[in-house]
């Protein structure tokens, strides 16, 4: 297939110019239960155990230590939504591609939306621009607010008008889809590019990036993930 350039990069760049922060397998469950009551001896409030250790050790290099929107959220926990994801929709954008990426979002991942009229946080505001982009143009996106607890809390997709140069063969080209897919994906929870599937350069999510996400929804919020699976949510 062939490589786009990344929109992603832009992004990067961003970062470091301190401008901004943040058919598959069946979705992972916690082999553990979700939640424990608090030790009266220590400050673990909560922990489990992920039985998918790729998607465990993905969670911590796509999620919790990516530079992406690292500024805006604390890296030693992972950064997620409460779902569904209230989406703003600024005019000016093309509505129609934006709703189709969405829709192909909660189609392949847990990860459910709403729309909602007005920019008031939290919301993942979406609108057209030219700002910030790179020369070759296309989107740009991050994760650029979070809460106490490391949800998500304000993230922003802002993508060229038309999709520029992604779009010219149609909204249904494959360039044009993965633009539109893409750069919401890197405020959905994967915070980096991949080296494979939709976070990469391909047109679709790979059975990987779903189960990774599908791991990540399933953690409480504030979650410390380990390489060995365990996770453990830290009182304060």
Request: glycine share 12%; hydrophobic share 35%; charged share 15%.
């Amino acid at each position: 297939m062939t490589t786009w350039p990344s929109v992603r990069r832009i992004a990067v760049s961003i970062v470091a110019a301190a401008l901004v922060g943040c058919g598959g397998s069946p979705p992972t469950s916690p082999s553990s239960p979700p939640a424990n009551p608090p030790s009266p001896g220590g400050p673990v409030v909560q922990s489990g155990k992920l039985d998918d250790l790729q998607a465990a050790q993905d969670i911590i290099d796509w999620n919790m230590q990516a530079t992406g929107g690292a500024s805006q959220r604390k890296t030693d926990r992972i950064c997620r939504w409460e779902l569904p994801v209230p989406v703003y929709i600024e005019a000016g954008v093309d509505r129609e591609r934006v709703i189709g990426a969405l829709d192909y979002w909660a189609s392949q991942t847990v990860i459910a939306y709403r729309l909602v009229t007005n920019g008031t946080l939290p919301r993942l505001l979406v609108r057209s621009g030219t700002d910030g982009l790179a020369p070759w143009g296309g989107g740009r996106s991050v994760l650029d607010g979070t809460n106490a607890d490391n949800s998500a809390r304000s993230g922003l997709v802002v993508y060229e008008p038309g999709g520029g140069g992604y779009c010219t063969n149609g909204s249904l080209s494959a360039s044009c889809l993965y633009l539109y897919r893409h750069e919401l994906g890197h405020t959905l929870g994967i915070y980096t590019n991949t080296d494979a599937g939709l976070m990469g350069s391909a047109t679709n999510l790979s059975d990987r990036e779903k189960r990774m996400l599908a791991a990540l929804y399933s953690l409480p919020h504030g979650a410390a993930v380990e390489a060995d699976g365990s996770w453990r949510v830290m009182g304060q």
